[in-house]
C-alpha cells in the first residue's frame, strides 16, 4: 500500500512504486457525466431528401416486382394500380415463390413514408427477404 506511515525510519526512502487511480477514476466519472448529459442533445432530426442518391444503376432480373407508390398514396403492382388487400394477398403469394421474387419499391419523393412503411411491413409479413428501394441515379451530386 501507499499510505504514508509514521515511522520516520530507512523504510521511508524508498520511490512509490503504486500508481494513484482516484485521480483517474474522477476524470472518467467526470466524462461519464459529461457524455450522459450531452448525448440526448445529439439525437436531432436532420431534414433531408432521401429519394436523391447517386449510384450504379442495378440490373434487375426478370423474377422481380415492381412497386410503386405515388404522391396520394396509390400503389402500383408493375404498373396496375392496386388496393392495400390485393396487395397483400399478392405478396403472400410471392412469398410462397420458390425462389422468391425480388421487390423493389419506387416511392414519390412527396409521398408520406406512412404509406411505404406500410407496403414494408406488408412484404416482410408475407415472408419475403429480398426489398430494395429505387431511386434515381442520375439525380443530382450531395454538395
Do not use: C
Amino acid at each position: 500500500m501507499a499510505f504514508g506511515s509514521f515511522d520516520s525510519g530507512a523504510g521511508s526512502t524508498r520511490p512509490m512504486a503504486e500508481i494513484n487511480m482516484i485521480p483517474l477514476i474522477d476524470v472518467m466519472l467526470v466524462l461519464l457525466v459529461i457524455f450522459i448529459i450531452t448525448a440526448p442533445l445529439l439525437t436531432h432530426a436532420v431534414k433531408i431528401d432521401l429519394p436523391k442518391a447517386t449510384s450504379a444503376p442495378n440490373l434487375t432480373k426478370p423474377e422481380n416486382i415492381q412497386l410503386a407508390i405515388n404522391e396520394s398514396g396509390t400503389i402500383f403492382w408493375n404498373g396496375e394500380s392496386v388496393d392495400r388487400k390485393t396487395l397483400r394477398e399478392r405478396l403472400a403469394a410471392a412469398g410462397r415463390q420458390e425462389p422468391q421474387p425480388e421487390v423493389h419499391i419506387r416511392a414519390d419523393q412527396a409521398a408520406r413514408y406512412r404509406w411505404v412503411a406500410e407496403v414494408l411491413a406488408d412484404s416482410a409479413s408475407a415472408g419475403l427477404t429480398r426489398i430494395g428501394f429505387v431511386s434515381d441515379p442520375d439525380v443530382g451530386q450531395l454538395h
